[in-house]
């Protein structure tokens, strides 16, 4: 059971730095993010953990314990790659006993460490396979197994649902999670898919051009982005000018906007009279029929999806919304509509630039 | 109709000019050395009429020319085993080094082959030789009192053909290497392997394959070599390929010549199959 501290970590290729100043602190059991676009540093920074990528500056304790000179082989982690990186030439038994063998673990318990986590991972009957004769989610689970046998301190995943397609990909997150928490490791997952990070992380670490951007809890991350660089990388945004007219209660502000007056979330103050951007998730807009309140507009654009429904609504101010909705409202292209958004739907993103 | 027909006939065609090539130019000849070598000796031809076995059991009789099949065996091997110490670290840097790097000694590899095998074993001699550059600078530094025998011996031989095949070592092993993924190591190492153990156990039997193929490369091009070991033997020492051209060429025993060349042939092909059996995969890649 370990807990990870990363502090003023820093990777510099020559004159650029891939990863820089980034302190992380990593509970026990928890399983953390790194969510970014690609050359943001998450893949850096996962390989200065494993030990495959030094650290220029910083430390990396485990359990207080600083390991920036201790090599891979000796960190004691589990990693999983993004083509699994599973032995060709040994079948899945052989592949699982591989760690076990470098820890030199007698022959009984080996067998029955391997039976165990074959039947975690759900492939009791493969052992004798090699990985060619398995199908993708068969090899990312014998990979995920073979990094949880040796039972490692720290489980480290580098965007290892990139290869899958969409509905198995959805199948593992559920299935990498569930095992992560039977099994209590602490986790770190690499990936730039956002909901990814969203449905499977306690945390998640947000990062742009080598540093953090925002930590928090995927709620968090979602509902209160800290800036507009963020709100756009993990969904859809609309962004709505606004004016502020003065507080409203705890850690809101009165927003004048098209939508008329709301008290917004907000993290800062801001002197009445100042120039906002609000963000507005698609999901949260109401279209309801002409003439029923709210701001005007027309619908430009409807996108029919199965599950929901992707409105593009011209408001008569001059803004293009984006709305998604479920699909139990009729509402055809060219309809003139009123849109309504509640005031929790909104954020204060900061001042207008 | 007309499509299954031309499914079946599209291989054939695709490899006729190649089954045609090697069916006159490599199996009519050798099958006419095999029958030459069980002619009669000529009087004065190149060979005479009826036939016979005497060519096969004067080569068994006369132990000069098991030895010099000893010979030519030994120094196969020992080029074969040099240019896979000396080549198999210039593979793994010019499969896994950086680009600007591999640009550079991709050049350096594929430069002996640019130039003519003749002129690079006359290269050879200029060096090797007693009054060569080689022993001409160890004596002027005053480092030996005689010029150390690097010609005419099995030794310098060696060193000449080392430099001629390196390529035919390097470039097969630069493909296995190439072949394997890097992140394997990674996976092995996170597992606890050290880097000597991820290599042994994860790397080395991945790019067997390659490796297989750079040793019999060059072992058959050793053994089947002419002009660097006439030129640097001399009349000293003779390769079994030196000797077949003296009896068929210069002495015109033909029988005679082609039971020395069939003698070699098969001793090469026992020694590649023994390889091959030897550095066997234990391991089959199974296809779903």
């Not at chain 1, 306690?202 to 995927?218: C, E, H, K, S, T």
């Not at chain 1, 408001?315 to 003139?336: C, K, M, W, Y």
């Not at chain 2, 005053?142 to 060193?159: F, K, Q, T």
């Amino acid at each position: 059971m370990t807990e990870v501290s990363i502090e003023r970590l820093t990777k510099t290729f020559g004159t650029a730095r891939a990863v820089d100043g980034i302190s992380i602190r990593i509970a026990d059991g928890e399983f953390i993010s790194l969510l970014g676009p690609s050359g943001c540093g998450k893949t850096t920074t996962l390989k200065m953990i494993a030990g495959f990528e030094e650290a220029s500056e910083g430390a990396i304790r485990f359990d207080g314990k600083d390991v920036v000179n201790v090599p891979a082989e000796k960190r004691d982690i589990g990693m999983v790659f993004q083509n699994y990186a599973l032995f060709p030439h040994m079948t899945v038994d052989q592949n699982l006993a591989f760690g076990l063998e470098m820890r030199k673990i007698a022959k009984p318990e080996m067998r029955s460490r391997i039976a165990k986590v074959l039947d975690m991972v759900q492939l009791g009957g493969y052992s004798e396979r090699f990985p060619n004769q398995l199908s993708g989610g068969q090899q990312q689970r014998v990979a995920l197994a073979r990094a949880l046998v040796i039972e490692p301190k720290i489980l480290l995943l580098d965007e290892p649902l990139a290869n899958l397609d969409a509905k198995l990909r959805e199948e593992m997150r559920v299935f990498i999670r569930d095992l992560q928490r039977r099994v209590g490791i602490t986790t770190v997952y690499v990936t730039h898919d956002q909901a990814e990070a969203m449905t499977m992380s306690d945390r998640v670490v947000v990062m742009f051009g080598g540093r953090i951007a925002q930590i928090g809890a995927p709620s968090d991350i979602y509902e209160r982005p800290e800036n507009l660089e963020i709100a756009q990388f993990v969904g859809q945004v609309n962004l709505i000018k606004g004016t502020i007219i003065g507080a409203a209660e705890a850690g809101k502000r009165r927003v004048a906007s098209v939508f008329g007056e709301v008290a917004v979330d907000s993290r800062e103050d801001y002197a009445p009279g100042t120039a906002v951007t609000l963000s507005l998730r698609p999901e949260a807009i109401e279209l309801r029929p002409e003439g029923q309140g709210g701001a005007a507009g027309k619908v430009t654009a409807r996108y029919y999806s199965g599950s929901i429904i992707d409105y593009r609504v011209a408001l008569d101010s001059g803004e293009t919304l984006h709305v998604q909705t479920f699909p139990n409202i009729r509402i055809a292209e060219g309809d003139r509509v009123s849109v309504h958004a509640p005031a929790d739907g909104f954020w204060l993103l900061g001042a207008a630039k | 109709m007309r499509a299954a027909r031309r499914k079946g006939l599209g291989p054939l065609v695709l490899i006729a000019p190649a089954a045609v090539l090697l069916g006159i130019f490599l199996i009519l000849p050798y099958l006419n050395i095999v029958v030459m070598s069980f002619r009669m000796p000529g009087q004065g031809t190149p060979y005479g009429p009826g036939f016979t076995t005497g060519n096969y059991t004067k080569f068994f009789a006369d132990s000069f020319y098991l030895h010099q099949v000893a010979n030519t065996l030994w120094i196969g091997l020992l080029t074969t085993a040099i240019c896979l110490v000396v080549g198999f670290p210039v593979a793994w840097q010019l499969a896994r080094g950086t680009m600007r790097f591999r640009a550079l000694a991709y050049g350096l590899v594929l430069s002996p082959l640019l130039v003519g095998i003749v002129i690079r074993s006359y290269g050879w001699t200029i060096l090797l030789g007693n009054a060569g550059l080689i022993n001409r600078t160890l004596t002027g530094m005053g480092l030996i009192d005689r010029p150390l025998p690097l010609m005419y011996n099995a030794l310098g031989i060696v060193i000449a053909l080392v430099h001629v095949f390196l390529p035919f070592m390097i470039l097969p092993i630069m493909a296995g290497i190439q072949g394997v993924d890097p992140s394997l190591e990674s996976a092995a190492r996170s597992l606890g392997a050290s880097r000597f153990t991820a290599f042994r156990r994860i790397v080395l039997p991945l790019c067997t394959p390659g490796i297989q193929a750079g040793c019999i490369l060059v072992f058959v091009l050793s053994l089947s070599a002419y002009v660097t070991p006439s030129l640097i033997g001399g009349l000293r020492v003779k390769t079994m390929a030196v000797t077949v051209v003296d009896a068929l060429i210069d002495t015109f025993q033909w029988p005679w010549g082609s039971a020395l060349a069939l003698m070699l042939s098969v001793t090469g092909a026992l020694c590649v199959v023994i390889f091959a059996r030897l550095t066997r995969m234990k391991w089959k890649v199974a296809r779903p």
